[in-house]
T-cell receptor, first 114, second 117 residues
Framework: DAKTTQPPSMDCAEGRAANLPCNHS???????VYWYRQIHSQGPQYIIH???NNETNEMASLIITEDRKSSTLILPHATLRDTAVYYC???????????????FGQGTELSVKP | DAGVIQSPRHEVTEMGQEVTLRCKPI?????LFWYRQTMMRGLELLIY????????DSGMPEDRFSAKMPNASFSTLKIQPSEPRDSAVYFC???????????????FGPGTRLTVL
């Protein structure tokens, strides 16, 4: 799987948009970008994923650059409960043992402040 | 939907003892994953089952670790004998992946915090 690079930490004011960047410059054509988050003392939670197009769901938006070498997760109105470690993961399609594992890096620790 | 259920939530044991962690995946999910999380190494995949069959155990640290999935609704991760370096949070996750395709998301349980003294 392609490796990802994320800033180790970020702050965001409550009510403002949180924009979390991720670089994945070696991503290949069949690899998706996945985002998970882990709130303290809980298991990781799926947020969103995408291949080429921008995606939006009830939790967040995912913006993927045209060259697919980077992406941004956007939490439109961050709340204190969004304080967590956010993981950007690149994984491929297809048979699991050909590279479909979820490989977690160090992630970005997002602190939402009042 | 109860989500992935893990037990116990906390386990404290002494070095050399056998430890068994349990997981009940989400009903209908046919893939199950065991992960371990430590401060030093982060989240690591230990083993993956598909349709109750172990597919990839390359992440299992050593022979002291074993995992089973006797049926679609239950899995165990056993450590025998346990050592202090096994202290970690162990997560179980399940996914509706079918035919080995992995575009589906994984749903994680709350984890078991293991402390080996």
């Amino acid at each position: 799987d392609a490796k990802t690079t994320q800033p180790p930490s970020m702050d965001c004011a409550e009510g403002r948009a949180a924009n979390l960047p991720c670089n994945h410059s070696t991503i290949s054509g069949n690899e998706y970008v996945y985002w998970y988050r882990q709130i303290h003392s809980q298991g990781p939670q799926y947020i969103i994923h995408g291949l080429k197009n921008n995606e939006t769901n009830e939790m967040a938006s995912l913006i993927i650059t045209e060259d697919r070498k980077s992406s941004t997760l956007i939490l439109p109105h961050a709340t204190l409960r969004d304080t967590a470690v956010y993981y950007c993961i690149v994984r491929s399609l297809g048979i699991y043992n050909q590279g479909g594992k979820l490989i977690f890096g160090q992630g970005t620790e997002l602190s939402v402040k009042p | 939907d109860a989500g992935v259920i893990q037990s116990p939530r906390h386990e404290v044991t002494e070095m050399g003892q056998e430890v068994t962690l349990r997981c009940k995946p989400i009903s209908g999910h046919n893939s199950l994953f065991w992960y371990r999380q430590t401060m030093m190494r982060g989240l690591e995949l230990l083993i993956y089952f598909n349709n109750n069959v172990p597919i990839d155990d390359s992440g299992m640290p050593e022979d002291r670790f074993s995992a089973k999935m006797p049926n679609a609704s239950f899995s165990t991760l056993k450590i025998q004998p346990s050592e202090p370096r096994d202290s970690a949070v162990y997560f179980c996750a399940s996914s509706p992946t079918s035919m080995g395709r992995v575009t589906d998301t994984q749903y994680f349980g709350p984890g078991t915090r293991l402390t080996v003294l």
